[in-house]
């Protein structure tokens, strides 16, 4: 296996991320669901919110037995917001987790941090337009011909928001109401893509 290939695991078609000692980080190939980041308007952060309790509960139970013995509990660090310094919250341990937004724009879908740690004086809201590694952010649902936004685990602006991936590809880094998001289909939270690291 090398990073870029794409497996199924459990009901889904995975794209490899990482591979580190025997086992590899993989990411949902579209956006498997569509949920609210947490289930009431209040300030939260990753180690709190619904949408962490629900990966790692119910969705983790999905998966067979042999299945879940090859997913590997880790730690996560939750970094700040770069932008607007909004609190990350605490480590956690997760089986099942959303990638954060450093994750997201300089380790896995090309580099791009020069546009996290270096906001321009009239950026407010996102990441450029034209960052070359846009394209390779963009998800869809399964069987739908048209892109549209995901979540990552980092907090927004403020704690009632997270943020998330556009349609487009480009980083929102000012975040998505957690409770429905902005746009979502019916108006209730955003696309969902699990990631997790696997035995080989």
Not at 10 to 22: C, H, P, S
Request: charged share 25%; with cysteine; proline share 3%.
């Amino acid at each position: 296996m090398q990073t870029g290939d794409k497996i199924i695991f459990g009901e889904y078609e995975w794209r490899t991320l990482d591979i580190q000692n025997n086992a590899a980080l993989i990411i949902t190939e579209n956006i498997i669901e569509w949920l609210p980041y947490h289930d009431k308007y209040i300030d939260v952060t990753w180690s709190g919110c619904a949408l962490r309790k629900y990966l790692n509960g119910e969705f983790y139970d999905r998966f067979s037995e042999t299945d879940r013995a090859k997913i590997i509990p880790v730690t996560n660090k939750n970094p700040d917001n770069e932008w607007y310094g909004t609190n990350g919250g605490e480590e956690t341990q997760d089986r099942i987790f959303l990638l954060s937004v450093d994750e997201a724009a300089c380790k896995y879908f090309g580099d791009s941090s020069r546009l996290l740690y270096n906001k321009g004086k009239n950026q407010r809201y996102w990441f450029s337009r034209k960052d070359e590694n846009n394209i390779k952010r963009i998800a869809k649902r399964p069987n739908e011909s048209w892109n549209t936004w995901w979540w990552l685990r980092t907090p927004g602006r403020d704690g009632v928001k997270a943020v998330y991936i556009h349609g487009d590809g480009n980083i929102g880094i000012q975040g998505n109401n957690i409770h429905k998001g902005n746009i979502g289909e019916d108006g209730h939270g955003g696309g969902v893509r699990p990631a997790l690291w696997a035995k080989l």
